[in-house]
């Protein structure tokens, strides 16, 4: 039992981030792939855990640069 008295904790994500999980596996590995890092350490930054600031820096500018390749077209 949590108590009565705390509420829940929730994580607050980004529109990256929510956008990052949409993604397919396949897609994500990539990105993570461009980012230089793992899979794992992408999913956890997705979901709101903390991981480094390069990290999470590396993984926008890769989903900002998939974004505008896929408004180019």
Same mark, same amino acid.
């Given at each position: 039992? *949590?108590? +009565? ?9 980004? %529109?990256?981030? +929510? ?8 897609? *994500? ?17 997705? *979901? ?5 600031? %390069? ?14 390749? $896929? $408004?180019?077209?």
């Amino acid at each position: 039992m *949590r108590g +009565n008295r705390h509420p829940s904790v929730k994580s607050l994500t980004t %529109d990256a981030q +929510n956008a990052f999980r949409k993604l397919t596996r396949h897609r *994500r590995s990539h990105l993570a792939k461009t980012a230089q890092t793992t899979l794992v350490k992408a999913d956890q930054w997705a *979901r709101g855990v903390a991981v480094g600031a %390069d990290v999470a820096e590396a993984l926008e500018r890769a989903l900002v640069q998939l974004q505008s390749k $896929a $408004a180019k077209k």
